[in-house]
Every structure is written in C-alpha cells, then in structure tokens.
C-alpha cells in the first residue's frame, strides 16, 4: 500500500509503495516511478520527508 508524502510546491502527489520506491503522478497519464536518491536529487527540499516515509517501511 502507498504512503503519500506531502511536499509543498510539488505539482501532483509522491507517495512511497511497499518496495520502497517512489512513484510521482503528475495526472492520471503521467506516472514516473523513481529510486528514493533520484527523487532525492529532484526534490531536495523534500529529503526528509522522504526518508521518513521510507523508515515507516522497516
């Protein structure tokens, strides 16, 4: 099951799934699935975060 990550700013919604990937839907045509470091270098405001949803999994 997903988790989603609030980041301010962001255009669409991130959330973490169960593999700890990262999946970015900017519309219900444009989904991008990301490793937690390139999401990182994307959105480094966001670190944090990220890596709070990705602790949640362990």
């Given amino acids: 099951m997903a988790r989603e990550i609030a980041i ?3 255009e669409g ?4 799934n169960d593999d700890g990937e990262l999946v970015y839907t ?3 045509l444009q989904t991008e ?3 937690p470091e390139q999401a990182i270098r994307r959105w480094p405001a966001a670190e944090k975060q990220i ?3 990705l602790a949640t999994l362990d």
């Fill in 8 to 10: 301010a700013g962001l």
């Fill in 13 to 16: 919604s991130l959330a973490v």
């Fill in 26 to 28: 900017k519309s219900e």
């Fill in 33 to 35: 699935v990301l490793k």
């Fill in 51 to 53: 890596r709070c949803a």
